[in-house]
């Protein structure tokens, strides 16, 4: 084991602006989606549209390079599309039909003008599934803004959890060419805290508490493996972050992208398992 694959620990800790910054904004933003959620129609449709568009932004930014304005263009209406068709027929496969077109077009345009092509048709579905997945958790009939929040309370806990522990404990990197911040002891801080976490969400709402602590823990992993994904593209195309909008964390992306990977669980689980996040609990 290398001194490289190694971050420090308690003695070597150094508080930053982070410490502070990272949490304060991550639930600013949380607060804000949420609200949009119980405001209901159209404000989180235009909450995620105004996502997307900062989102798109960026990615298009990271593949393409200095030329992404056109792919960027594109994908911003193809999900704005999807959006906007999911307010008119939310049951119907208009929106998934829309995503699909605006894959193959973006997929086109990077090929015609030789801009990677797989990786700028990618961000219509990087973004365009967890947008449409978010509306149809929030249409759902069990508790739908309530699954929501403690889908938030997963992902922030994961996030603020992985950061405080990573921190405090040190310890081995878990890909240390991959993400050279994020070690094992900061993963499995943020499992548990989403586990804790998304159990005492459960409980309070009249839950089965262990069936919530054990759905926030494989949440949590999933919301990890997003993070991961985000190094990944940010590693391949030499990106430290994927904007600066957001302070504390860098960009949209940076702040979003376990939560693009957990609205997809989520949907996979209450829609194709059937599963009910909150364990028996009525809100």
């Given at each position: 084991?290398?001194?490289?694959n ?5 003695r ?13 904004f991550a ?8 609200a ?5 129609r ?7 549209a105004?996502v997307?568009?900062a989102?798109a ?6 593949v393409?390079?200095?030329r992404y ?7 911003t209406?193809a999900?704005?599309?999807a959006?906007?068709a999911y307010l ?5 496969w208009?929106p998934?039909t ?7 077009l973006v ?6 003008r030789r801009n990677n092509?797989v990786?700028?048709a990618?961000?219509v ?8 997945a978010?509306?149809?958790l929030r249409d ?6 309530w699954v ?5 309370i997963?992902v922030?806990?994961?996030d603020?959890g992985?950061?405080?522990?990573g921190?405090l404990a040190g310890g081995?990197?878990i ?7 994020k070690t094992w002891?900061?993963?499995?801080g943020g ?5 804790v976490?998304?159990g005492?969400f459960v409980?309070m709402l009249?839950g089965n508490?262990?069936?919530g602590?054990?759905f926030?823990a494989?949440?949590?992993?999933v919301?990890h493996l997003?993070d991961?994904?985000?190094?990944l ?8 972050d994927?904007g600066?909008l957001i302070?504390?964390?860098g960009?949209?992306?940076d702040?979003?992208d376990s939560?693009l990977?957990a ?12 599963l ?7 809100p």
């Amino acid at each position: 084991m290398t001194a490289q694959n190694i971050a420090p620990g308690f003695r070597a800790i150094r508080f930053t602006r982070e410490w502070i910054t990272r949490p304060v904004f991550a639930v600013v933003l949380a607060v804000a989606i949420i609200a949009a959620i119980f405001a209901g129609r159209p404000y989180l449709e235009i909450a995620v549209a105004v996502v997307v568009f900062a989102g798109a932004r960026e990615w298009h930014r990271m593949v393409g390079g200095g030329r992404y304005a056109v792919e960027f263009a594109a994908t911003t209406a193809a999900i704005w599309g999807a959006l906007a068709a999911y307010l008119l027929w939310e049951t119907s496969w208009v929106p998934q039909t829309i995503l699909a077109g605006g894959v193959l077009l973006v997929g086109l345009l990077g090929l015609v003008r030789r801009n990677n092509p797989v990786w700028n048709a990618a961000g219509v579905l990087y973004l365009g599934l967890p947008s449409l997945a978010m509306l149809a958790l929030r249409d759902q009939p069990h508790h739908a803004t309530w699954v929501i929040v403690g889908l938030f309370i997963v992902v922030w806990a994961t996030d603020t959890g992985a950061l405080f522990v990573g921190n405090l404990a040190g310890g081995r990197k878990i890909a240390p060419r991959l993400s050279p911040n994020k070690t094992w002891s900061g993963t499995i801080g943020g499992v548990i805290a989403a586990s804790v976490l998304n159990g005492a969400f459960v409980v309070m709402l009249g839950g089965n508490m262990l069936a919530g602590a054990v759905f926030g823990a494989g949440l949590a992993v999933v919301a990890h493996l997003g993070d991961l994904f985000e190094s990944l593209v940010k590693r391949i195309f030499h990106y430290k972050d994927s904007g600066s909008l957001i302070p504390g964390h860098g960009g949209v992306l940076d702040r979003i992208d376990s939560t693009l990977f957990a609205l997809v669980a989520m949907e996979i689980a209450v829609f194709v398992l059937h599963l009910d996040p909150l364990f028996g609990g009525t809100p």
